[in-house]
């Protein structure tokens, strides 16, 4: 089992930057391919992007590419999302997630977090 916590969250303005995090205790967590998704109010889950365990491969959705950043340290334990020239279409809860695999498909992770809310005002 793994638990992972987001946070990093807030009100931004447009424009805006934001950074969050994704961390887990189990020693494991750097086995596992992370994933980024969101949802907004009334739509459906989004993804976002995603980085492959060691951190060689690295995937974007087509809404943040050039605008946001995935990394991840093994040694902390921790995925990271840096989101710059934030919208207000960005506003939505974001979700971290761990699977075995890098994918665009929320049904190929196993564990999920409990979300992290941002909401960038124009």
């Known amino acids: 089992q793994v638990q992972l916590v987001e946070s990093g969250g807030g009100l931004v303005q447009a424009g805006g930057s934001l950074t969050l995090s994704c961390a887990a205790s189990e020693r494991t967590f750097s086995s596992y391919s992370i994933g980024w998704f969101r949802q907004a109010p009334g739509k459906e889950r989004e993804f976002v992007s995603a980085i492959s365990w060691n951190g060689g491969s690295t995937y974007y959705g087509d809404s943040v590419k050039g605008r946001f950043t995935i990394s991840r340290d093994n040694a902390k334990n921790t995925v990271y999302l840096q989101m710059n020239s934030l919208k207000p279409e960005d506003t939505a809860i974001y979700y971290c997630?761990?699977?075995?695999?890098?994918?665009?498909?929320?049904?190929?992770?196993?564990?999920w977090g409990q979300g992290t809310q941002v909401t960038v005002s124009s």
């Open positions: 997630a761990a699977g075995q695999g890098s994918s665009w498909f929320p049904g190929a992770y196993d564990y």
